[in-house]
């Protein structure tokens, strides 16, 4: 099996991209330009990391104002799980009454990558959430559009993994998604998975680039992003209730990935999933 830190080493490269602030409904609050570059020292048992961030001149004329950081690794906290394709999700360990949380995913695929931040205040409600679209600029693929309903509707056949952080060895199961409209505004989803064919069903409204699941004890918010991305955000973390952070990203037409990292009801970090999945029908 391959080492986490040589999943780790496929995000390599100097990224070209912005960070981009998101309101909770996912409007584009404000955009800042950067460069994120990731180098292997010493046959790559060190990786320097460099990000600089690009802010408008105060004076409204001139050079942006440039932050800077920089940071070296030669080894991956216990918050932190790759898959052998790049991807990756960091984030809170356990979840606690009066503690921010949240997690980080990230995507990497056709030399561009996708990544998630969203943090929760001490309240358990969503304080920031922020989209970073990244692209190595000698290659110039373009980006997706944004995501739509549309995009999602019809069967998806997937392949998922689910990774542990105490080590254990990953699990490996098929997974089927199918979305469809009822009565033109709402969207019934249904997920059959592992090798027990659990099948989970829920619905959703439909308010634009918003779904709202509110019919568990504890409701999340999909909200539909520029190039092709999605991320399912709990309403608010909560004592004593399971919770799971989820980001989508829809590569082709008919391809997606989408990662889930899970909590139990004591807030403990208990999994994290990646599925890979084709549409094989609309």
């Known amino acids: 099996m391959v080492s986490q830190w040589e999943n780790f080493l496929q995000n390599l490269g100097e990224w070209h991209g912005s960070f981009t602030q998101l309101s909770p409904r996912g409007e584009v609050l404000q955009d800042t330009p950067s460069i994120i570059s990731l180098e292997g020292l010493n046959d790559n048992k060190t990786v320097r990391l460099k990000l600089r961030r690009f802010y408008p001149n105060p004076s409204g004329v001139g050079e942006p104002e440039v932050s800077e950081l920089v940071r070296e690794y030669q080894g991956l906290g216990r918050d932190i799980l790759f898959f052998d394709n790049g991807a990756f999700c960091q984030g809170s360990i356990q979840l606690a009454p009066y503690s921010e949380s949240g997690a980080e995913f990230g995507f990497i695929y056709n030399y561009r990558r996708l990544r998630f931040v969203q943090l929760y205040n001490t309240d358990g409600n969503l304080s920031n ?69 659990t099948v989970i069903s829920s619905s959703a409204s439909i308010d634009g680039s918003v779904l709202n699941f509110n019919e568990s004890a504890s409701p999340v918010q999909v909200l539909l992003l520029p190039d092709g991305g999605s991320c399912t955000l709990p309403v608010k973390i909560e004592s004593r209730k399971s919770i799971f952070f989820e980001a989508g990203w829809l590569v082709e037409p008919d391809l997606r990935f989408r990662m889930i990292r899970s909590y139990n009801d004591r807030g403990e970090w208990v999994s994290l999933t990646l599925v890979k999945e084709r549409k094989i029908s609309h």
């Open 129 to 197: 959430l922020t989209l970073i679209r990244e692209k190595q600029l000698d290659k110039n693929v373009p980006e997706r559009p944004p995501l739509t309903v549309d995009d999602l509707l019809g069967e998806w056949q997937g392949e998922a993994v689910t990774m542990y952080p105490d080590s254990r060895s990953p699990d490996f199961y098929s997974t089927k998604l199918q979305l469809h409209l009822e009565s033109g505004d709402r969207l019934i989803q249904k997920i059959t998975f592992g090798s027990n064919a």
